[in-house]
């Protein structure tokens, strides 16, 4: 124990006894500790926190309100807003249970003092196709080095402070909560007839659309998915550059196994790293995944961190329900018998690369149409993936027809039904934008008729140039390398 005075109230490890001073200091350096050595977050930048009302991320909310207020010796010098999600149509809950979950995380946003965002998971079908195309950094982003830009922030902060009244700093507080009040979609918005209708039809459309998905695995996938998606429409469309996510260690490491089992291991260093700058505009990051799942408890239970529960996907649904569950419940026993389980799958996911060594910086990648990772599809025959789509279409094909008749072999053949109908698989042709994980979660679609539009439109305009491209391919000019002597 650190200060060797007060009595120790918990251990988070095999001698390592905290006191509740001990533990809270503990706790708060290894957040200022994550964002101050990967120096992703610059001064004055708006950064999106994603609230789901789970103890990680209520967590994270109370590490950055403690680091914005007056009495914090060095500050946090970011400007913050918060979205919550509402993903209960999908998850069982009826509209008074939804209304309340609701009415809980508003009271929580209130009082966090902060812009808030409150998105129904329904209003993705009203999402536009930009959504999936890769933004480029913004050029008029900060161009100095992080210490520069520092001491630039603390400059003008003395100057605006010596030279005249200015507004303290509650009332600018209140002034933020009261924008983020009037602006969010709040349950009185609803009371329209036609808003109610529209709202009503949008939730049927999205029972619709996960109706149609077979396993609880692709269902998964796909709600994550929806979820990233809509928060990266509200973080461009409200000005933010950076979006905050409350993954855990815990987290990462089943995320990191349950990916590698979804065949995700071309964007692993993306999906479970610090920063994950996949969108370009927005750069995703995860400032809690230094803590583990029994770190956090124990803060929230001591420090009286408020938490919403929802129901999720797989609440109530048995052990080997879906490929995360039979991850998720591997690692928690073993990580009962082992302790450092956890904490081993994550250092190992630490050393992984986002780029390739070999890859050219100057080479743009064609980009995956849900997950905007890198297409891990292109590869040389003879490989693993290559092995399996052979698999796969020597499975789908049929025996020839055991009579010799131009009818083939069932009555149906005119109308091309049973064992005559055409085996082309649904989608065969949206397949080659995809990745090889984001490939098993359409597979498991039975009607992509009932994905959104703006993910339809970007594939059918990511068709168009390709049929384009393919066209006008012997009229384009190919780049020549220059050798010293020619230059």
């Known amino acids: 124990m650190k200060c060797k005075e007060a009595s120790?109230?918990?251990?988070?490890?095999?001698?390592?006894?905290?006191?509740?001073?001990?533990?809270?200091?503990?706790?708060?350096?290894?957040?200022?500790?994550?964002?101050?050595?990967?120096r992703a977050i610059y001064p004055g930048e708006k950064v999106l926190l994603a609230l789901s009302g789970g103890p990680a991320s209520s967590s994270m909310l109370r590490q950055v309100q403690e680091g914005l207020s007056r009495e914090t010796a060095k500050k946090l010098r970011f400007i913050p807003g918060i979205i919550y999600v509402d993903e209960g149509a999908v998850c069982g809950q009826s509209l008074a249970e939804r209304e309340e979950t609701l009415l809980q995380m508003e009271t929580i946003l209130q009082a966090s003092g902060f812009p808030y965002h409150l998105a129904h998971l329904e209003e993705v079908f009203d999402l536009p196709s930009s959504i999936l195309q890769r933004v480029p950094h913004n050029p008029a982003g900060p161009k100095n080095s992080y210490k520069e830009a520092v001491e630039g922030f603390i400059r003008q902060q003395r100057q605006e402070e010596g030279g005249g009244p200015s507004l303290p700093e509650r009332q600018i507080q209140e002034k933020l909560a009261e924008i983020s009040m009037r602006d969010a979609p709040?349950?009185?918005?609803?009371?329209?007839?036609?808003?109610?209708?529209?709202?009503?039809?949008?939730?049927?459309?999205?029972?619709?659309?996960?109706?149609?998905?077979?396993?609880?695995?692709?269902?998964?996938?796909?709600?994550?998915?929806?979820?990233?998606?809509?928060i990266l429409h509200t973080a461009r469309?409200?000005?933010?550059?950076?979006?905050?996510?409350?993954?855990?260690?815990?987290?990462?490491?089943?995320?990191?196994?349950?990916?590698?089992?979804?065949?995700?291991?071309?964007?692993?260093?993306?999906?479970?790293?610090?920063?994950?700058?996949?969108?370009?505009?927005?750069?995703?990051?995860?400032?809690?995944?230094?803590?583990?799942?029994?770190?956090?408890?124990?803060?929230?239970?001591?420090?009286?961190?408020?938490?919403?529960?929802?129901?999720?996907?797989?609440?109530?649904?048995?052990?080997?329900a879906s490929i995360h569950r039979v991850i998720e419940r591997f690692l928690y026993r073993l990580q009962a018998e082992f302790p450092s389980t956890v904490s081993t799958v994550y250092r190992t996911g630490e050393k992984l690369s986002a780029t390739p060594g070999d890859a050219s910086p100057a080479a743009e990648p064609e980009r995956c149409l849900l997950c905007l990772c890198a297409l891990d599809t292109n590869v040389e025959d003879g490989s693993a993936l290559q092995a399996i789509l052979v698999s796969e279409q020597l499975s789908q094909q049929k025996l020839p027809a055991a009579l010799p008749t131009e009818r083939g072999c069932c009555p149906g053949a005119e109308e091309q039904r049973g064992c005559c109908m055409n085996t082309t698989a649904p989608g065969a042709d949206f397949l080659p934008l995809l990745c090889y994980g984001c490939r098993l979660t359409i597979k498991d679609t039975t009607c992509l008729e009932s994905l959104p539009l703006y993910v339809r439109a970007e594939a059918e305009r990511r068709k168009r140039r390709a049929a384009m491209k393919l066209e006008i391919q012997e009229f384009l000019l190919e780049d020549e390398a220059v050798t010293p002597d020619e230059s």
């Open 237 to 320: 469309a409200q000005g933010y550059s950076k979006a905050m996510m409350g993954d855990s260690c815990t987290r990462l490491a089943v995320k990191l196994l349950t990916n590698l089992s979804l065949g995700r291991g071309a964007s692993l260093a993306m999906d479970t790293g610090f920063s994950d700058d996949r969108h370009g505009d927005v750069v995703v990051v995860r400032p809690m995944r230094e803590y583990s799942a029994k770190e956090i408890a124990f803060y929230n239970h001591l420090f009286g961190v408020p938490t919403v529960f929802t129901p999720a996907l797989d609440t109530k649904a048995l052990e080997k």
């Open 8 to 38: 120790p109230v918990l251990v988070i490890r095999v001698g390592d006894a905290f006191c509740k001073a001990c533990f809270r200091e503990y706790f708060v350096h290894k957040f200022r500790a994550m964002l101050g050595k990967n």
């Open 186 to 230: 709040g349950m009185e918005g609803l009371a329209a007839p036609e808003a109610r209708l529209l709202a009503a039809v949008r939730t049927e459309q999205l029972i619709r659309l996960f109706g149609s998905v077979k396993t609880l695995t692709a269902k998964e996938e796909l709600l994550q998915t929806l979820r990233n998606h809509l």
